[in-house]
């Protein structure tokens, strides 16, 4: 089993930074493949960025793409969000997920594990 906990979402004006970081309980940690997602008030969850469990292979949804990065550290069992060039239609809370899957997914049912997902806005 895998315990995640997101931090560092918080507040910033539009064309901003912010890096979120989902520390993992466990020592099976290297096993999973990860996910970020996030959802808005009002509308669904949405993809947002994946990574295998070794590091090599990564996936963003169209509207992040070139603007986020993921990124991982499997010695300190953390998983990585920087996200640069944000745009007011970017806020929503993201949660990080865990999935044990073959490959990496963007479908959120395939995920195993959820934390408890950090508030991000971004003010225009």
């Known amino acids: 089993q895998v315990q995640l906990v997101e931090s560092g979402g918080g507040l910033v004006q539009a064309g901003g930074s912010l890096r979120l970081s989902c520390a993992a309980s466990?020592?099976?940690?290297?096993?999973?493949?990860m996910g970020w997602f996030r959802q808005a008030p009002g509308k669904e969850r949405e993809f947002v960025a994946a990574i295998s469990w070794s590091g090599s292979s990564t996936y963003y949804a169209d509207s992040v793409k070139g603007r986020f990065t993921i990124s991982r550290d499997n010695v300190k069992n953390t998983v990585y969000l920087q996200m640069n060039s944000l745009k007011p239609e970017d806020t929503a809370v993201y949660y990080c997920?865990?999935?044990?899957?073959?490959?990496?997914?963007?479908?959120?049912?395939?995920?195993?594990?959820w934390g408890q997902g950090t508030q991000v806005t971004v003010s225009s």
């Open positions: 466990g020592r099976t940690f290297s096993s999973y493949n």
């Open positions: 997920a865990a999935n044990q899957g073959v490959y990496i997914t963007m479908d959120f049912r395939q995920y195993d594990y």
